[in-house]
């Protein structure tokens, strides 16, 4: 779980942007955090910033703002990287179960429907 930058620069969508576009103040913001929206590597790159307390840009679709907002309402957190990457798994875990719950009530119907 190290924060090396080669494991997930490599595949952010905004390595084909314009850089100073995620730098972009007031409104402009807005677009830029757009970016990140269906970026694969969303997690790590927002984890990246908060663990190193980076206070300038957008970073993981979120302006510095919302970082540092973040970051005061969680002061103990000691590593973003690890509570992100746990996050990610719990919310994986539930949503493959949901999603295989939802097979087996359709299935039961197919079965029910049948003669």
């Known amino acids: 779980m190290s924060d090396d930058l080669g494991m997930w620069t490599d595949r952010a969508k905004c390595r084909l942007s314009d850089s100073d ?24 790159c927002l984890a990246h910033a908060l663990d190193h307390r980076i206070e300038h ?3 993981g679709g979120m302006t510095e703002r919302e970082r540092r907002a973040l970051l005061r309402r969680r002061p103990g957190v000691p590593s973003w990287r690890r509570l992100l990457d746990h996050a990610r798994i719990d919310y994986e875990r539930t949503a493959d179960c949901l999603i295989l719950a939802e097979v087996e009530i359709a299935a039961r119907k197919m079965s029910a429907e049948s003669p």
């Open 21 to 44: 576009s995620l730098f972009a103040d007031g409104a402009d913001q807005s677009a830029a955090k757009s970016v990140c929206h269906a970026c694969p590597v969303r997690t790590e």
């Open 57 to 59: 840009g957008i970073w």
